[in-house]
């Protein structure tokens, strides 16, 4: 038996709603490649819930829906502008240049977010045969740095990138736990906004290994069947995938999942105050806490619980909570860290 990580909400289990639903979908045979009524329920729910242009794609994992997502609008000689801190450009292992062929044009950012300026300053070498030409401007919500995008902020990013002839992409990994801090619906940070596609991320919030490719533009959503099996990412046996992505839609489950991590995220965040030496390095607005705390106490705590460094010259690590982090377990986190910090 593991301790309890606070390294990923990665680690945690599987809610039991998506279990049942995982359950309830193993009940005889069944067409494969998403030709079942589970993925056909799940198309449905999706169009209800991020509106009726939204078509939705289950995949395999998070890595896999960004590929597919930006293979979409990408040609051979394109460009992606992302931050520096981007899911696309630290830790997929260089993916989307080395299978889509394109460069990631990076912005360095203090929050992990783009602003309208930070696009247009990638804008100079249009129409330059010499350069990479930027095509889709991409995102995370909620970005690597635990910060999250309102509305207005995707809208204002929607709007420069159509003007200037890009598409907006979201990472939405976490896309619930943005929606849960930010208490909107998931519609109103994505197809309100302006985005184009975006991944709606289901294993990060209680899902075993479930995430969705949504398409809001229609004259792209014709490429993604073939994209996805070009990718690797078409399940043979789709109604597991699809079932998990409807349970977390019923009766929002995804908001109650992610609500809940960003209530243990605040509370573990809050204990903080008191415990000399430890010092909160960006804003708590989804389920990581990033904290700075000097390297001693960090391993002797590590020598209890699994987490990350960040940035280890300055002494920072991430903590991450998830669906089923108890505030019991958060408790006990905050007094070993206290007695870490005063050893």
Known sequence: MYPKSFASDNHAGVHPAVLDAIAAANQGDAPAYGDDTWTAAFEEQAREVF???AQAFPVLNGAGANL??????LGRYDAVICT????IATHEAGASERLLGVKLMTVPTEDGKLRPADITSRLGG???PHESQPTVVSISQVTELGTCYTPDEIAALADTAHQNGLRLHVDGARLANAAAFLR???KAITTDAGVDVFSFGGTKNGALAAE???VVDDSLAHAVPFLRRQSLQLASKMRFI???LSALLTDDLWRRNAGHANEMAERLADGLADIPGVSLAYPVEGNAVFATLP???TETLRRRYLFHYWDEPAGTVRWMTAFDTTPEQVDDFLKDLHQSTTA
């Open 84 to 87: 520096g801190s981007a899911h």
């Open 184 to 186: 909107c619906d998931l």
């Open 68 to 73: 597919v997502g930006l293979a979409l609008m």
């Open 212 to 214: 969705a490719v949504v």
């Open 126 to 128: 249009i129409g330059n």
């Open 51 to 53: 509106g009726s242009a």
């Open 242 to 244: 699809s079932a998990q």
């Open 295 to 297: 390297h001693a106490a």
